[in-house]
């Protein structure tokens, strides 16, 4: 759904650590109007919906559209090779524009991926 009211992920950049997690850098795009309506969370889903990581967002970003946040820490099972990169607001939820990242593939579509 490309309408901003609800929140996109316009890019994701995976970086596997030498301890083997990961940290994602997410670009977010959302129509915040202050605190009635803002992008107030990301997550790093496996195909599954299983949750592998969040990033709880504090505060709209009015001003500063795109934005990106990063979170560091996540760890991806092994066997998991793809995974799906979703925004939420605090009206809408989910529903906005996901990026799934194959982290088996430098880049594709909307994503990189860097390993040491």
């Known amino acids: 759904n490309p309408d901003l009211d609800y929140a996109q992920v316009v890019f ?3 970086t596997q650590s030498s301890d083997g997690t990961w940290r994602f850098d997410t670009t977010v795009r959302h ?3 202050g605190w009635d309506d ?13 949750v592998l990581g969040e990033r709880i967002l504090l505060h709209p ?5 795109p934005f990106t946040r990063s979170q560091s820490g996540i760890a991806i ?4 090779t793809q995974v799906i990169v979703q925004a939420k607001d605090n009206v809408e ?3 906005g524009q996901v990026v799934v990242v194959d982290l088996t593939q430098r880049e ?9």
Request: aromatic letters at 10%.
């Open 77 to 80: 099972p092994d066997d998991v």
């Open 93 to 95: 939820g989910f529903g």
């Open 31 to 33: 129509n915040d109007q």
């Open 61 to 65: 970003h009015d001003t500063e559209q």
């Open 12 to 14: 994701v950049s995976a």
């Open 38 to 50: 803002y992008a107030d969370a990301w997550q790093v889903v496996d195909l599954d919906g299983n």
């Open 108 to 116: 594709g579509e909307k994503f990189e991926v860097v390993r040491p």
